[in-house]
């Protein structure tokens, strides 16, 4: 017989889920943090141990090695003061910093685009404005939508490209959009699934970033006539994914820059994003004002 809980239970693995902090695991862990908290976890644990008190030494172990494995460190405020520790620290910052693992010498890979749009001259807030007069995005106050009957073709078109194979995908793209000459699928050594653009200077596009913006750029083509607001406005429909388009995992998010060492200066603020846990993707950057 299935069993079926009662509202009072609690699922022990959602409680668990609650409990992580997305931007500070996984793929945006900080090691540098990480083990400076596991140090100071250690230091406190001997300290314990030391004063014959094994059971309180053991319950800071287990609670602090769980804390930092769900939430990437344990004693508080970390991301806000481990950057200026590493900046005047004699660690060399590329421990911090490490390279991408896709190629050691120039021109053994592409490099990493943003998005299609890229070298589009079209700022945003002008994509934007045009986009609101030809009824594609709607505003209320200070929030804006994209229109219902577009974001329901969006998302079906998204489905329909998500399951296509990546080298079906990447020929799809070739053939909708005129600036791209040649595109192909592309990928790395830990398997992550790109599609190369460009037939001279290749640039990689993230294969949920192609999904959701061919999808927009093949939709705005029935509201749109401007070539480059539908490649420029393509881009702009990120910012309303709330779920990958490939894994179908909610988006997170997250920050430009890692917690340890990405500190920016007194009046810089680094720029939000929304991230695949999953896919560990980012599909939209939120520039910063500052």
Not at 142 to 169: G, H, I, K, N
């Amino acid at each position: 017989m299935n069993r079926v809980s009662t509202p009072d239970e609690t699922d022990p693995m959602e409680a668990l889920a609650a409990l992580r902090e997305e931007s500070h695991t996984g793929a945006d862990r900080c090691w540098p943090c990480t083990v400076l908290n596991l140090g100071l976890v250690g230091v406190v644990v001997l300290f314990l141990r030391a004063r014959e008190r094994p059971l309180s030494s053991l319950l800071v172990a287990l609670v602090g090695v769980a804390a930092i494995y769900l939430r990437g460190y344990v004693v508080p405020y970390t991301p806000e003061f481990a950057p200026r520790l590493v900046a005047a620290s004699p660690v060399p910052d590329e421990w911090f910093h490490g390279e991408s693992s896709r190629g050691t010498e120039a021109g053994d890979t592409p490099d990493e685009g943003e998005s299609l749009a890229d070298g589009t001259e079209m700022d945003g807030e002008t994509v934007l404005r045009k986009l609101v007069a030809a009824g594609v995005i709607e505003a209320e106050g200070d929030q804006l939508f994209l229109a219902a009957a577009v974001d329901t073709a969006w998302y079906e078109r998204m489905d329909d490209l998500a399951a296509q194979p990546l080298d079906s995908l990447a020929a799809t793209l070739q053939d909708s959009l005129d600036g791209v000459d040649h595109a192909e699928p592309y990928a790395d050594d830990d398997g992550t699934e790109w599609v190369a653009v460009g037939a001279d200077s290749k640039r990689l596009l993230a294969r949920p970033v192609v999904v959701a913006e061919l999808a927009a750029y093949e939709v705005l083509g029935q509201r749109v006539d401007d070539e480059r607001l539908r490649v420029a406005g393509a881009e702009a429909f990120r910012m309303f994914l709330d779920s990958c388009p490939v894994c179908g995992s909610d988006l997170v998010e997250s920050s430009s820059v890692s917690c340890c060492g990405g500190h920016l200066g007194p009046r810089q603020n680094p720029d939000e994003t929304l991230v695949c846990p999953t896919c560990e993707q980012r599909l939209y950057t939120f520039e910063s004002d500052g």
